[in-house]
């Protein structure tokens, strides 16, 4: 594997990156719909779960550096090969819903009248081309339009100001409040549990002793943006708006009407949202192609354009957008979890069995 380098800094913009812009698009609607005007709980307590998952992934960095081995191409255990596998199959998996997801989003807000595997194409070419620069570079052009979002979501507050209604969050909990939180929970947690893509990016940072900081710093940026956006949507749509629109903060921006020449701010921040989410996307088919070429043991970038072109032909894989809405409400949370666990256990185990190996070559030496 190619010698880069990702900084703690950098590191910190893809995982909140990551766990932020595919988020947005829709799942906010189903998480109001179940929890309506508790939903801003279920961001706490998700919040909670996530760091914890990840706090337990990246402490005793000492143990993570013996494990940077784990994506070289000489050969491996087989319980390492199933470890790559398994995070192969869930970034996949990540990538078919989201690819879909995106293109379904420009297909019906952006481009109408575009045909939709024309749009499919261009996103795909634009994914090879990005991700064909290298992690280096996709973590800088992150870092530049993650903190663009970010800037926007932090004011979208004072844009809103004379909208908010702050009625709108009560009644505060409720007869059956704990079983929807609960539910909401549920769907929402294996998103935003998609920071784990850490077991992969770990083996980039410089200097590892900071990978818990960035990671949680990661997820807190993350965190901090939803619960904005999911205070923004109850506070000034309402929840039985909120929960009926296919997409919601779309809906909450075009509240905005800061002037008579300024009342269609929804498109610029659109354009805004739309480079965050190629950037998720291009770090996931790079991820892809290192993991395929470590089974090949080969070292090839080229590899992404077949590669690309080929999951570009998921998006046949649902029928029409409420088919790929409905996987990633009903079908992904389960799916999800269950890979994540995997992934969680596996590494935990990897990062163990490490450790006791280290011990005793230092015992046999002594």
């Given at each position: ?58 402490r005793?960095?000492?143990k ?13 255990p ?61 973590a ?17 507050p ?7 209604q702050?009625a ?27 920071a ?11 200097p ?17 943006l ?23 903060n ?12 300024l ?67 009903f ?36």
């Amino acid at each position: 594997m190619k010698q880069e380098q990702l900084s703690p800094f950098q590191l910190t913009c893809l995982i909140g990156n990551f766990i932020f812009t595919g988020v947005i698009i829709s799942v906010p609607q189903i998480l109001m719909e179940i929890s309506k005007q508790n939903t801003w709980i279920v961001i706490m307590f998700t919040y909670v779960l996530t760091t914890t998952v990840i706090y337990i992934i990246c402490r005793k960095p000492a143990k993570l550096e013996k494990l940077k081995s784990i994506f070289y191409f000489d050969k491996r255990p087989w319980f390492k090969n199933v470890f790559i596998s398994v995070l192969f199959m869930y970034l996949l998996f990540i990538y078919i819903r989201d690819f879909r997801i995106f293109n379904s989003f420009i297909d019906g807000i952006l481009l109408p009248d575009t045909p939709f595997d024309i749009i499919a194409l261009l996103t795909t070419l634009t994914l090879i081309y990005i991700s064909l620069t290298g992690i280096e570079v996709i973590a800088r052009v992150t870092v530049i339009h993650f903190i663009t979002i970010s800037i926007v979501v932090i004011l979208l507050p004072f844009f809103l100001l004379n909208e908010i209604q702050l009625a709108n969050l009560l009644p505060f909990g409720g007869l059956h409040s704990g079983a929807e939180i609960l539910k909401s929970t549920y769907i929402f947690f294996p998103w935003m549990t998609e920071a784990i893509v850490i077991v992969f990016l770990f083996v980039f940072l410089h200097p590892i002793s900071h990978l818990k900081k960035a990671g949680i710093i990661g997820i807190s940026c993350g965190f901090i943006l939803l619960f904005i956006l999911i205070f923004l949507n109850i506070t000034v749509l309402g929840v039985a708006i909120a929960s009926e629109a296919t997409y919601p903060n779309i809906k909450l921006i075009q509240q905005i009407n800061l002037t008579d020449f300024l009342d269609r701010l929804d498109l610029v921040i659109e354009v805004v949202w739309i480079p965050t989410m190629l950037c998720k996307l291009s770090l996931l088919l790079f991820t892809l192609n290192r993991l395929f070429n470590t089974f090949r043991r080969k070292d090839s970038d080229f590899d992404i354009v077949p590669l690309a072109l080929l999951l570009s032909l998921t998006i046949r894989l649902f029928k029409n957008n409420i088919d790929a809405i409905e996987y990633s409400f009903f079908t992904w949370p389960t799916k999800g979890l269950l890979l994540e666990l995997i992934i969680v256990t596996l590494f935990l185990m990897l990062k163990r069995g490490k450790s006791h190996k280290s011990k005793g070559n230092g015992q046999k030496i002594s």
